[in-house]
């Protein structure tokens, strides 16, 4: 069981450009959440995603962020026009039913930075 | 707004000794509040969790102690080891059907051998 997979590891953008994070969620798991970690700061919910289906975007900024998570393939995190701010550790975590009672497994996370 | 108040930032301990971690929260709709750990360059891992209807939950080296009427609770890490140099996050769920955590800021938490 590899567990919730990130990629990249690390990634550097230059302001303006646009940011992709991939997320597999561990085998089986249909319930996938991401979340932004500042620093010095604790994690903070953006979004809750099923396979096709966006069900919780109450913490995604309104402007140049969006998240998917195809019928195939990893969910992906997606910020558009990169700016300083973005730059944090980003969560993402799976779960095989909600994760409400069950809690759910984070993955090792993917640092941006943008210069 | 930080739902839940996490303290201190920072700790160290000496190897054998105790640590505290400290949370507090206001929101009474808090029913399940996990711990995590998190080592460098590495996602949060669920370390130990407890309902409000406990008061008290031990696993190995790790208590967690919940006040519901003071709407605080804690980790304490018993004989702390190296191993255990990390930073801790608490975080509570908001009712059985809420999928979201709120976290705490986090304790880095130090053990000198």
């Known amino acids: 069981n590899a567990g919730v997979m990130q990629n990249p590891r690390h990634l550097v953008r230059r302001r303006g450009q646009e940011a992709r994070l991939r997320c597999s969620p561990m085998k089986g798991h249909s319930h996938v959440y991401w979340y932004r970690q500042l620093p010095e700061e604790g994690l903070k919910f953006m979004v809750y995603?099923?396979?096709?289906?966006?069900?919780?975007e109450s913490g995604m900024p309104k402007e140049r962020f969006s998240a998917e998570f195809p019928k195939e393939g990893p969910s992906i995190l997606r910020i558009q026009q990169v700016v300083r701010g973005d730059s944090a550790a980003y969560f993402c975590?799976?779960?095989?039913?909600?994760?409400?009672?069950?809690?759910?497994?984070f993955g090792s996370g993917t640092r941006l930075t943008v210069v | 707004q930080q739902q839940v108040k996490q303290s201190p930032q920072s700790l160290i301990v000496q190897k054998g000794g105790i640590s505290i971690i400290n949370c507090a929260y206001e929101?009474?709709?808090?029913?399940?509040f996990p711990w995590y750990q998190q080592f460098p360059g590495k996602g949060p891992a669920l370390l130990i969790a407890i309902r409000p209807d406990v008061s008290e939950k031990k696993e190995g080296r790790f208590t967690i102690s919940f006040n519901k009427s003071a709407k605080q609770f804690s980790l304490h890490i018993m004989d702390s080891q190296p191993g255990d140099s990390a930073t801790y996050f608490c975080a509570a769920r908001q009712g059985s059907n809420d999928y979201k955590l709120s976290f705490g800021a986090g304790t880095t938490v130090t053990v000198r051998a």
């Open positions: 929101n009474t709709a808090f029913d399940y």
């Open positions: 975590a799976s779960s095989l039913v909600d994760g409400a009672n069950y809690g759910y497994t």
């Open positions: 995603l099923q396979k096709e289906n966006i069900i919780d």
